[in-house]
């Protein structure tokens, strides 16, 4: 018994299983620190993303430790598994352009409503966009948003009380932005331009509701692709008079007065407090559309 006892473990003494599981741990423990302070890129980041490189003005010659680790550099892209390069990325991008236009090909006419996705329900903005939505679906559009919560679920809503098509293009971001659980078709993008030539080529009108900078990128896409005669003009609708006020005097009264644009690009924006009215506006605007469609002559656009 005394032997056995001799050469039994010692109770201060891991064995080494138990070393090797507490290893283990630890290695564990560091990883998810390590992933905690990472954010996970997204796709769209990785596409606009290169290395950084210092600075070499062009009057002096590369440094020597420059050139070699350019040449290491060329080595490596040479011999590179180019699945996950760029080029590879090209063929994803593709793919999302065929699934959106899969999935968009036989809708009705439709409104792209845009706006911020922190409106809350309470918000007399988030009640409007239900009314707008619920006043196009009525008269025959189907109505597409970026999928999210805000405006965009208000306008999905109101695109389903009224008895018509819901579509949400949703955008994967660092931060998760939930589907609105009012959507008949949902398409989900990692790339953002993709995602806009959807609403572009699918939308015969823009109404913009009050929202932030994804807003504004969303409204002057549209109103370069209409200046530039890149898609047939279409109307762009900004809804509450009082929040676009001051970007509307700094159109008229800086870009405008200083000729950065011209007087006809300053009318492509009209605002209305009324979502019976911006109704009529874009109905009579896609009737004007339809006709012009009809002629032989008319200039080509993407849609």
Partial sequence: MSRNHNH???????????????????????????????????????????????????????????????????????????????????????????????????????????????????????????ETARLLAQAGFAIITGGGPGIMEAANKGAQEGGNLSIGCNIELPFEQASNPYLDISIDFRYFM????????????????????????????????????????????????????????WLHHTMLAEGKISPGDAELLRVSDDPQEICRLVREAYETYRQEREDPNREKSIR
Avoid at 83 to 97: C, G, H, L
């Fill in 8 to 130: 039994s473990p010692s109770q201060h003494q891991p064995s080494k299983g138990n070393q090797f599981n507490h290893r283990s741990r630890k290695a564990a423990e560091r990883f998810r620190s390590f992933q905690s302070k990472r954010r996970p890129m997204t796709e769209d980041e990785r596409l606009l993303t290169r290395p950084t490189r210092p600075l070499v003005s062009p009057s002096e010659p590369p440094p020597s430790e420059q050139i070699q680790a350019d040449e290491h550099a060329l080595e490596r892209a040479l011999h590179f598994d180019f699945t996950i390069t760029d080029p590879w990325r090209v063929f994803r991008i593709m793919s999302e352009f065929v699934n959106g236009f899969d999935a968009l090909a036989h809708i009705p006419p439709a409104v792209a409503i845009f706006g911020s996705a922190r409106t809350r329900p309470n918000d007399p903005a988030y009640a409007a966009a239900v």
């Fill in 194 to 249: 993709v995602r806009k030539t959807m609403f572009v080529k699918y939308s015969n009108a823009f109404v913009i509701f009050p929202g932030g900078f994804g807003t504004m990128d969303e409204l002057f896409e549209a109103l370069t692709l209409i200046q530039t005669r890149k898609v047939s003009h279409f109307p762009v609708i900004l809804y509450d008079s009082r929040y676009w006020g001051g970007l509307l005097h």
